[in-house]
C-alpha cells in the first residue's frame, strides 16, 4: 500500500494541480465505481475524462471491470469527479490526492459478497458503518509519520458514514419504489486478493458482518481523516468468482445510477465555493 511515508503531501498537490489546470470543473463529489460499476461515470454531462496512464504521477488501476480513467463532470448542475476504477488494497495504492482536488463529500460504490441471512443476490446494501480488518491488524492507509495538512493523526471514525445522506438515499429508493432490494448493513474490508474460505466467510457472519470486499474501508479512512462526508452503496451480492461479481453488478448498475444521480442532486453543493 503506498503510505504516507512513500508519497508525499506534496507529490499529490503536483498531481492534482495538474489535473486541476486540465479541467475546468472543481468538483465537490467524488464517486467511485465498483467492480463492474463503472458506467455511473456515464451519467455524467460536459466530461473531461483523464486515463490514470495520462496523469503525471498517478497510478494504474489493474483489476478487470475498472477501466482506469478519471471522469470530471457535471451530475445535476453539481461537480463531481468519477474514478473508474479504484485502487484495491492488493493493487498497493490509496486515495488521498482526490480531497486536493477540492473534494467535500465522497460516494463509493462496490460489488461485494453478502453475508447476512436475509439478502439476495443483487440487493443494494448501505453502507451504516464498517469492519477494517487490515486496518485493525496494523495494514492501515494512514499507517507512517503524518502530514498534519492531510488531517489529524488520529481520526475519529465514528459516524463516518453519513446519517443524513444515508437518510436521504433510503427516502430515494422508497420514491423509485425499490426499496425491496435495499439493505443497510455493516461492510467488512479483507485484505483479498484471494475470496474467503468457508470457515473465514461464518467467522466473519458470526461478528455480525452483512457483506464483505476488499475495498471501500482504507478510502473511507482517507478521506475521513481529509475532513470528508462519506456515503455509500454497494451492491450485495453472492457468488465468489470475479467473473461472476461483475455479472451480478451489472444488474444493478442502472439503479445505483439514478440513485447516485438523484442523491447528487440532494446535495447541498456550492459549485463555485473554493
Ligand atoms: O470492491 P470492488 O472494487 O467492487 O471489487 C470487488 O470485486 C473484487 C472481487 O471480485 C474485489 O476487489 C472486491 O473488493
Ligand atoms: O465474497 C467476497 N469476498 C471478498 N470480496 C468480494 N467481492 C465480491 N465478493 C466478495
Same mark, same amino acid.
Given at each position: 500500500m503506498h503510505r504516507k511515508d512513500q508519497i508525499c503531501h506534496d507529490d499529490y498537490q503536483q498531481t492534482a494541480s495538474w489535473l486541476l489546470s486540465q479541467t475546468q470543473h472543481r468538483p465537490k463529489v467524488a464517486i467511485i465505481c465498483g467492480s463492474g460499476l /463503472?458506467?455511473?461515470?456515464?451519467?455524467?454531462?460536459c466530461q473531461d475524462s483523464f486515463p490514470y496512464s495520462d496523469i503525471p504521477g498517478f497510478p494504474q488501476s489493474t483489476v478487470?471491470?475498472?477501466? /482506469?480513467r478519471q471522469v470530471f463532470g457535471e451530475l445535476k448542475e453539481k461537480m463531481c469527479v468519477c474514478m473508474q476504477g479504484r485502487f484495491h488494497m492488493h493493487e498497493g495504492h490509496s486515495l488521498?490526492? $482526490?480531497?486536493?482536488?477540492? $473534494?467535500?463529500t465522497l460516494i463509493v460504490t462496490n460489488a461485494e459478497g453478502s453475508l447476512a441471512d436475509s439478502y439476495q443476490v443483487g440487493d443494494i446494501m448501505i453502507i451504516k458503518d464498517h469492519i477494517n480488518f487490515p486496518g485493525l491488524a496494523g495494514?492501515?492507509?494512514?499507517?507512517?509519520?503524518?502530514?498534519d495538512k492531510f488531517g489529524p493523526r488520529f481520526p475519529p471514525m465514528? /459516524? $463516518?458514514?453519513?446519517k443524513d445522506l444515508r437518510k436521504i438515499a433510503f427516502d430515494l429508493c422508497k420514491s423509485m419504489d425499490v426499496s425491496q432490494v435495499v439493505q443497510e448493513g455493516v461492510y467488512c474490508m479483507v485484505g483479498g486478493p484471494n475470496f474467503e474460505t468457508i470457515a473465514e466467510a461464518r467467522l466473519l457472519h458470526r461478528l455480525g458482518v452483512d457483506a464483505v470486499g476488499m475495498s471501500t474501508a482504507p478510502e473511507v479512512v482517507v478521506a475521513t481523516q481529509c475532513g470528508n462526508k462519506v456515503v455509500k452503496s454497494y451492491d450485495d451480492i453472492e457468488p465468489v468468482n470475479h467473473e461472476a461479481v461483475l455479472e451480478v453488478s451489472k444488474l444493478r448498475s442502472h439503479m445505483l445510477q439514478t440513485l447516485v444521480t438523484e442523491l447528487v442532486s440532494w446535495m447541498d453543493i456550492n459549485n463555485n465555493a473554493v
Open positions: /463503472g458506467m455511473l461515470a456515464d451519467a455524467l454531462k478487470q471491470g475498472h477501466a /482506469g488521498c490526492m $482526490v480531497s486536493l482536488l477540492g $473534494v467535500e495494514l492501515n492507509p494512514l499507517n507512517g509519520p503524518n502530514d465514528s /459516524g $463516518v458514514y453519513d
